[in-house]
Nanobody, 123 residues
């Protein structure tokens, strides 16, 4: 059974940092790209970042470039999202997802999803 389990969310003041983790299990993910998405209150789910297990090539949404860093630990089959300089508009539920094919920023092509972790940034 495939599982993606996110952790690391919480409440932080604007300008602060959080590191999210996504532990993957239940199958071999070496051919998958891992993505982070978020859903802000009242908004659609949006792409945040994605990374390949094989070559660590990463993609970011424009609004997080320079602030967020995605990384992975193959030995632990865990993907991380380091979030710095957080802003109130970063508030939302953050989801980890895995996909085999398709555009990295398109949530509809992702095959597996975690339950999400809440991030709240206060002003």
């Amino acid at each position: 059974q495939v599982q993606l389990v996110e952790s690391g969310g919480g409440l932080v003041q604007a300008g602060g940092s959080l590191r999210l983790s996504c532990a993957a299990s239940g199958r071999t993910f070496s051919s998958y790209v891992m993505g982070w998405f978020r859903r802000a209150p009242g908004k659609e789910r949006e792409f945040v970042a994605a990374i390949s297990w094989t070559d660590s090539s990463a993609n970011y949404a424009d609004f997080v470039k320079g602030r967020f860093t995605i990384s992975r630990d193959n030995a632990k089959t865990t993907v991380y999202l380091q979030m710095n300089s957080l802003k109130p508009e970063d508030t939302g539920i953050y989801y980890c997802a895995a996909r085999l094919m398709g555009p990295r920023s398109d949530p509809s092509v992702y095959d597996y999803w975690g339950q999400g972790t809440q991030v709240t940034v206060s002003s």
